[in-house]
């Protein structure tokens, strides 16, 4: 299958500060990227998806202002937690879909990132 | 509204047996149904996936079977090993919109 990567896989910020974790996708050009916050033992809940080029659709009750997403190439998209407090740690993981896929439904995983907020 | 169902939460199954997962669906426009693997602290890999036209798909030991006019699908391992201890997601979408994860099923292979 298609290879999709997330950097950092795990952070520990100060409570107040800013972190961003970046998804590329390896070998295929992703038109949308998908954000998805899991907690422990639970299911993946989506964030918000991102088509290339275009401003990011946010689940309800998601903030934007606090969640910022760019996807600004068909290989990169970036999550930036916005002064993170220790709520928003969590495992956080995008997907990706798009060209050159077997199907265009076709979504494949980060490997995740684990955000301690202390 | 849940719109994917998945049971069940937890299994355990002795090497070599069978595992079965099941998944339901209400909306009719779904028309993409992939099963996703996720071993602790890791990404979903995706296993198999399946589109309404068929009724079953196989891929080595992974089975998906799908049954249109129950809106229902399932997922069978067949000579299940202490390796595929996971947990494993049902999803659902349509037209290549977001996916519908059900709410994951814990399996354990116990030598």
């Known amino acids: 299958g298609a290879v999709v990567s997330q950097h950092p896989s795990w952070v520990i910020c100060k409570s107040g500060t800013s972190v961003k974790i970046e998804c590329r996708s390896l070998?295929?050009?992703?038109?949308?990227m998908f954000w998805y916050r899991q907690f422990p033992k639970q299911s993946l809940m989506l964030m918000a998806t991102?088509?290339?080029?275009?401003?990011?659709?946010?689940e309800q009750g998601v903030e934007k202002d606090k969640f910022l997403i760019n996807h600004a190439s068909l290989t990169l998209s970036t999550l930036t937690v916005t002064s993170a407090h220790p709520e928003d740690s969590s495992f956080y993981i995008c997907?990706?879909?798009?060209?050159?896929?077997?199907?265009?439904?076709?979504?494949?995983f980060g490997p995740g990132t684990r955000l301690t907020v202390l | 509204q849940q719109q994917v169902k998945q049971s069940p939460q937890s299994l355990i199954v002795q090497k070599g047996g069978i595992s079965i997962i099941n998944c339901a669906y209400e909306?009719?426009?779904?028309?993409?149904f992939p099963w996703y693997q996720q071993f602790p602290g890791k990404g979903p890999a995706l296993l198999i996936a399946?589109?309404?036209?068929?009724s079953e798909k196989k891929e080595g030991r992974f089975t998906i079977s799908f049954n249109k006019s129950a809106k229902q699908f399932s997922l069978h391992i067949m000579d299940s090993q202490p390796g595929d201890s996971a947990t494993y997601f049902c999803?659902?979408?349509?037209?290549?919109?977001?996916?519908?994860f059900g709410t994951g099923t814990s399996l354990t292979v116990i030598p």
């Open positions: 070998d295929f050009q992703a038109t949308t």
């Open positions: 991102s088509n290339e080029g275009s401003k990011a659709t946010y």
């Open positions: 399946i589109r309404p036209d068929v």
């Open positions: 999803a659902a979408s349509w037209a290549g919109n977001q996916f519908y």
């Open positions: 997907s990706a879909a798009g060209l050159g896929l077997a199907d265009y439904n076709e979504q494949f």
């Open positions: 909306n009719t426009a779904f028309d993409y």
